[in-house]
């Protein structure tokens, strides 16, 4: 008896699957009651699942896609870009200042002294992405940027540059953003919650790059900053290029000497001038990181 019910297959499931539902409730039967949004799969009615009151329901939805898609990817870390949507590459932007009036003729001048950040991140971007898979198959130091054009275009570009898959987390905003084409497009997320964004911007990095930016960088970057020095998240390379920028337009000193923030949370980040010295610094972090702990550092 034993043998016979070891040699029996049983089913691994016995309810139909959701998708199976869905097909079935297509049945082209007319009636008040089909025609009714009351009949329609809870799953299946937009109008329900828009409601106000089932905004925790797409929170969990909104946070759990992307999860299963880069976990699917066999994504283990992330080396996450911040930086301008404004910075255009080097020969774009030569052609702003060409045909800048007088007016603007300023800002575009310093658009092209900012435009080698461009090409610093793209650098950047084709060194983590050379990373080797680890022994489970996974990949780390996968390059991960908002999407969309200038700052977070060159780090998708440099990953293409050497073959590599990079992630686009977009975010739906009033006016079009279509994410850049260089972003692999099975790794390539629209958000309409910027919580839940940032928050799959961090749960898988190990390295994060911030270049000149504005407000959304500065937003990320400092949400970044509170949650090493509140002890949230263990640290990690924080690289801020182009120390000029950031000194002009942050006086870091000021908080310390104003005793908002100790000398020793300047040491969360770090000033950086290239893409070779960035890099550097995230492998040095992480050689000290495993001389101190033998266990692996992602």
């Known amino acids: 008896m034993a043998a016979e019910m070891t040699e029996t297959r049983v089913p691994s499931r016995v309810f139909p699957r959701a998708r199976q539902d869905a097909e079935s409730a297509k049945t082209g039967i007319s009636t008040p009651q089909t025609e009714n949004p009351a009949y329609k799969l809870a799953f299946q009615d937009m109008d329900f699942l828009l409601r106000e009151d089932l905004r925790p329901v797409r929170f969990q939805l909104e946070l759990l896609k992307t999860e299963l898609l880069l976990e699917e990817a066999h994504i283990g870390s992330t080396f996450v870009f911040y930086g301008s949507a404004r910075i255009p590459e080097p020969a ?103 919580a839940l964004r940032k928050m799959h911007f961090l ?69 950086v001038e290239t893409a070779a010295e960035g890099w550097a610094v995230v492998q040095r972090f992480y050689q000290e990181r495993a001389q101190k702990d033998p266990a692996p550092p992602v």
């Open 92 to 194: 774009k932007a030569q052609a702003m200042l060409d045909m800048a009036d007088e007016a603007h003729r300023p800002v575009a001048e310093r658009l092209v002294a900012k435009s080698k950040f461009y090409d610093m991140a793209r650098e950047l971007a084709r060194l983590a992405s050379n990373f080797p898979r680890d022994e489970q198959g996974q990949r780390h130091f996968v390059v991960c940027s908002g999407g969309g054009p200038s700052i977070m275009e060159a780090a998708n570009r440099g990953a293409a540059d050497v073959h590599a898959e990079s992630i686009g987390l977009n975010i739906v905003l009033p006016h079009e953003q279509a994410p850049n084409p260089y972003v692999t497009p099975s790794l390539s997320m629209q958000f309409h919650y910027f």
């Open 203 to 271: 749960l898988r990095a190990r390295a994060l790059a911030a270049f000149p930016g504005g407000f959304g960088t500065f937003d990320e970057l400092f949400e970044l900053l509170t949650l090493i020095q509140t002890g949230k998240v263990a640290p990690i390379p924080v690289l801020l290029f182009g120390r000029e920028f950031w000194e002009r337009v942050i006086n870091f000193e000021a908080l310390v000497e104003e005793g908002v923030v100790s000398e020793r949370d300047l040491d969360i980040f770090t000033y």
